[in-house]
Nanobody, 125 residues
Framework: QVQLVESGGGLVQPGGSLRLSCTISGRPGNSAAMGWFRQTPGKEREFVAQ????????RYADSVRGRFTISRDKAKNTVYLQMNSMQPVGTALYYC??????????????????WGQGTQVTVSA
């Protein structure tokens, strides 16, 4: 069983930065990939970024590429999402998730088996 706990959310001004953390209990498995998603009220949950648990190529949504960076510290069982140059459209509940088999369709919500409770990020002046 894998459990995920996100932290680091809060209020940030436009143009500012924030780093989210996702602490993992249990073993995701060597074939797993870790993802970050976000959701706003009335909208579907959307893919933000993904990183293989053992490291390697990262993937990003077009809307965040170049501004967000996903990383992981395997020794600490933690995945991070560094968010720079944030904009008000980035206001959302951010979720961490585990895909235990690193699916080809990495952007799909239904490919991820485990989810955290989310951490709220608000971008506002």
């Amino acid at each position: 069983q894998v459990q995920l706990v996100e932290s680091g959310g809060g209020l940030v001004q436009p143009g500012g930065s924030l780093r989210l953390s996702c602490t993992i209990s249990g073993r995701p498995g060597n074939s797993a990939a870790m993802g970050w998603f976000r959701q706003t009220p009335g909208k579907e949950r959307e893919f933000v970024a993904q990183i293989p648990w053992l490291g390697g190529s990262t993937r990003y949504a077009d809307s965040v590429r170049g501004r967000f960076t996903i990383s992981r510290d395997k020794a600490k069982n933690t995945v991070y999402l560094q968010m720079n140059s944030m904009q008000p459209v980035g206001t959302a509940l951010y979720y961490c998730a585990v895909d235990t088999v690193r699916s080809v369709q990495y952007w799909r919500v239904d490919q991820y088996e485990y989810w955290g409770q989310g951490t709220q990020v608000t971008v506002s002046a």
